[in-house]
């Protein structure tokens, strides 16, 4: 529970992942503390805290976006999506499958804004070439891989993407 | 939770919002896309008592081209432009910069009157604004004015807006067919903040140019062209040496401190590589579309 220390919440509902939440959140709340710590869906990774690193991702009606720098109060009447969105956690998405087979992780801290922003790029762009997939994807950071085997990754998941 | 507190409005009228700046004054930030508030709250460098936010004022999110040129709203988002394909003939030097504006998820919160009310000098607005003649429309609660780019930036991170007002609209004029143009950033990743750019925009009539717009992006405190350089073109026919003259004087005009991503010994001399570089990528494009 995100704490009221300045009395002047406000009432909010929201769309997370299908479902619909009724919150009262403090306006200076980040709608990725909000996700995390008022909703306790923790999928979505708190990084950088000022837009940089793009771990907290999310789709917010439809589009992309850095979630640790929008407020939650932002978000209210709005749909939001994040990575738990992808799959019922019985069997992997095409994206999150290409990852593991091609080691698009190791720690894993980066993987859910990698894998959001993955999805938008191939919905937009279903066959990137390799100069597309870096550009697309140099707003994310990741400290493990050296990037090569995230590329690899998607250039598979692409290929399952359009064979469904 | 990071940023400090404040108290948070949320109109969805362009009237309410000038209410409340009438009412609170220098009190009042207001929020656009939030790419670079955003932030600026989380690090509390900004702790502002109250925001206003733009985002439920549905009426500042438009943009149309009409007999004049093109209108966009403030709000309109950067994606929205960089997904409509017309522009790259209508306005080919807007459709060809917004994508180094960040990244896509910051596109697709970021807005354009944000990007031209903050003036970073490092942002790609500014820049535009300066090199296409752009004008700025604004709103208070007793009526609007037109602000020319060329006069919006005063200093440091500062506009000619005024406390009581807003940014309502970017207009751009109609594009000159036989004109040319080129866009350059150097930075060291896609997505990031230049070290330096340059937004190029040339007419030429009878092989002389006629009208000459160079706009630096990152050199100094405040977006600038430079004029003198600009003016060295004027009646003359583009040249090797030409170019060299002027873009060694551009460099010459920046405004530009070290700092830790380059020194400004740097950045004068990628200056005069990219002003000179642009220059002859918009004659020759002025060339191919009929200006000679």
Known sequence: MVQDTTNNSRLIKLTVNGVLYERKIEPRVTLVDFIRGELGITGTHVGCEHGVCGACTVIFDGQPIRSCIMLAVQADSHSVQTVESMSSGEQLHPIQQAFWENFGLQCGFCTPGFLLTVQDLLSRNPDPTDTEIREELSGNICRCTGYQSIIAAVKQAAIYMRQE | ?292
Not at chain 2, 4 to 12: E, I, T
Not at chain 2, 26 to 45: C, E, F, T
Not at chain 2, 130 to 157: P, Q
Request: aromatic share 6%; hydrophobic share 35%; with cysteine.
């Open chain 2, 1 to 292: 939770m990071k940023p400090a507190p404040f108290d948070y409005y949320d109109p969805d009228s362009v009237e309410e919002v000038l209410d409340l700046l009438q009412q609170y004054g220098d009190d009042a930030k207001i929020l656009a896309g939030g790419q670079s508030l955003g932030p600026l709250l989380n690090m509390r460098l900004s702790t502002p008592q109250i925001i206003v936010d733009l985002n439920r004022v549905a009426d500042l999110e438009y943009y149309k081209s009409d007999g004049t040129g093109l209108r966009v709203g403030a709000m309109t988002r950067q994606s929205t432009l960089e997904d409509d394909t017309n522009l790259r003939t209508t306005q080919p030097i807007l459709a060809a910069s917004i994508p180094y504006i960040g990244h896509r998820s910051i596109r697709n919160r970021g807005t354009v009157g944000g990007s031209v009310a903050h003036a970073d000098p490092a942002a790609e607005w500014p820049a535009i604004m300066l090199a296409l003649d752009g004008t700025i429309l604004i709103r208070n609660t007793t009526g609007t004015r037109t602000v020319d780019a060329s006069d919006f930036y005063i200093s440091a991170l500062t506009t000619d807006l005024k406390p009581d007002e807003i940014l309502v609209e970017i207009q751009l004029p109609n594009w000159v067919k036989t004109s040319g143009w080129s866009f350059i950033e150097f930075s060291r990743r896609h997505g990031d903040f230049a070290i330096l750019g340059v937004a190029t925009y040339l007419t030429i009539e009878n092989r002389r140019c006629t009208k000459s717009r160079i706009a630096i992006i990152g050199g100094g405190p405040i977006p600038i062209r430079t004029s003198k350089a600009e003016s060295m073109l004027i009646g003359e026919t583009i040249s090797d040496e030409l170019l060299k003259d002027v873009s060694e004087q551009a460099s010459k005009e920046l405004d530009t401190d070290s700092d830790m991503h380059a020194s400004a010994d740097y950045r004068r001399y990628l200056a005069s590589v990219l002003v000179s570089s642009a220059l002859q990528e918009a004659a020759a494009r002025a060339g191919e579309s009929g200006g000679q």
